[in-house]
T-cell receptor, first 114, second 112 residues
């Protein structure tokens, strides 16, 4: 079975500091894609970052970067220079070439404190 | 704005009733996905359509059904509603199997 685990239900960080959200997954597939989605209080699901498993280089989008460890099946999200607008639920998600659906973790609620 | 639209934004109804949620995918996207998010929980995949045909089914109840029309918009029908069906229902679309899914704003369903 393909599963996604986010072991941190809640986290907090001071504004301007750095925080890392953890995600592990389980799959026997070799070709897959990993995502982090942000869900602010508006409840909109917003794509933060995407990583292809065949790429060794970690994806980066401005203040957001990932640490993708394929052998360990780990996919953490680092948010640098945290801003108040980063306060949201963050979901890690996983998708393969063979499956049509996307599997989501349970989410981590991040609060950025002023 | 993801380009995916969903209507209505909010829906309040009573137990035993039937409702229809509507989704229009991004221009050019052939695949539509439906997800259910209960309060403070993750997203559960319900069903996927590709160019009018059902492609995958997840944890979708028999009381729920969906379809995708020739203009590629999709509808999710929920019948014999129960209190536990209260949730946020998301639609997402993507162009190919390797593309990212882009989500609509969701429809919040409240069953009283």
């Amino acid at each position: 079975a393909q599963t996604v685990t986010q072991s941190q239900p809640e986290m907090s960080v001071q504004e301007a500091e750095t925080v890392t959200l953890s995600c592990t997954y389980d799959t026997s597939e070799n070709n897959y894609y990993l995502f982090w989605y942000k869900q602010p209080p508006s409840r909109q699901m917003i794509l933060v970052i995407r990583q292809e498993a065949y790429k060794q280089q970690n994806a980066t989008e401005n203040r957001f970067s990932v640490n993708f460890q394929k052998a360990a099946k780990s996919f953490s999200l680092k948010i640098s220079d945290s801003q108040l607008g980063d306060t949201a639920m963050y979901f890690c998600a996983f998708m393969t070439d063979n499956n049509n659906d996307m599997r989501f973790g349970a989410g981590t609620r991040l609060t950025v404190k002023p | 704005d993801s380009g995916v639209t969903q209507t209505p934004k909010h829906l309040i109804t009573a137990t035993g009733q039937r409702v229809t949620l509507r989704c229009s995918p991004r221009s050019g996207d052939l695949s539509v996905y439906w997800y259910q998010q209960s309060l403070d929980q993750g997203l559960q995949f319900l069903i996927q359509y590709y160019n009018g045909e059902e492609r995958a089914k997840g944890n979708i109840l028999e009381r729920f059904s969906a379809q995708q029309f020739p203009d590629l918009h999709s509808e999710l029908n929920l019948s014999s509603l129960e209190l536990g069906d209260s949730a946020l229902y998301f639609c997402a679309s993507r162009r190919t199997l390797r593309d990212t899914q882009y989500f609509g704003p969701g429809t919040r369903l409240t069953v009283l």
